[in-house]
């Protein structure tokens, strides 16, 4: 299921829902809220607007999962683990990049490749 018109009916659809894990970056609180049953049943990894609605915006913080960096590029050199990407980009277009991703219209990663 992807974000977008109509996700909180389809979600909501499928059974009660406890919480909301949200990852999409910006636009979907006020849905993630009501589908929660609060602000306090959700947490966001990127959404600026966390504060203004009294959701929890997840921070890392240093040594919270050490050794994580390294296991995660090893999983992904040897092939098992696989990001999905929305499209890949040279690293000299990381500004069309962001203001893509800022746009709210792309819900998968851009990858940026160094030549």
């Given at each position: 299921m992807r974000y977008g018109p109509g996700v909180a009916g389809q979600v909501r659809a499928l059974g009660t829902v406890d919480a909301v894990f949200d990852a999409a970056g910006t636009g979907v609180l006020a849905d993630a809220i009501t589908l929660a049953g609060g602000p306090e049943r959700v947490i966001t990894l990127s959404d600026p607007?966390?504060?203004?609605?009294?959701?929890?915006?997840?921070?890392?913080?240093?040594?919270?999962?050490?050794?994580?960096?390294?296991?995660?590029?090893?999983?992904?050199?040897?092939?098992?683990?696989?990001?999905?990407?929305?499209?890949?980009?040279?690293?000299?277009?990381?500004?069309?990049?962001?203001?893509?991703?800022?746009?709210?219209?792309?819900?998968?990663?851009?990858?940026?490749t160094l030549p």
């Open positions: 607007a966390a504060a203004d609605f009294g959701v929890t915006l997840s921070e890392p913080t240093p040594g919270r999962a050490p050794g994580a960096l390294d296991e995660t590029i090893a999983l992904l050199a040897d092939g098992r683990l696989r990001l999905r990407a929305h499209q890949s980009m040279p690293m000299q277009q990381a500004a069309e990049a962001h203001r893509q991703l800022e746009s709210g219209t792309v819900h998968e990663r851009i990858i940026l």
